[in-house]
């Protein structure tokens, strides 16, 4: 079972809404300040829902960038072609 504290140095974490298609990039730092280092990423999927429509999706996508302090950025839907 995958938790927060193996995501953090160098994974960034966003939901995506099944419904309407909106992506938001989770706050990793503040899930692991409030939740602790250990806490499952399978409780993190159950707690997901879209502000925007407010369905509830266990989407979760986990992208790595590289070492912490890195800038990146996931584009769901996206063409990744100029």
């Not at 953090?8 to 992506?23: D, G, I, P």
């Not at 509830?56 to 960038?65: D, G, K, P, Q």
Request: proline share 5%; hydrophobic share 35%; net charge positive.
């Amino acid at each position: 079972m995958q938790t927060l504290s193996e995501l953090s140095q160098c994974f960034q974490l966003y939901a995506v809404c099944e419904s309407c298609q909106r992506v938001a990039r989770l706050n990793l730092e503040q899930l692991l300040a409030t939740e602790g280092p250990e806490y499952p990423l399978d409780r993190v999927r159950m707690r997901l829902y879209c502000r925007q429509c407010r369905a509830r999706s266990r989407a979760l996508r986990i992208v790595y960038v590289g070492p912490k302090g890195r800038t990146a950025d996931f584009r769901w839907g996206q063409s990744q072609v100029p």
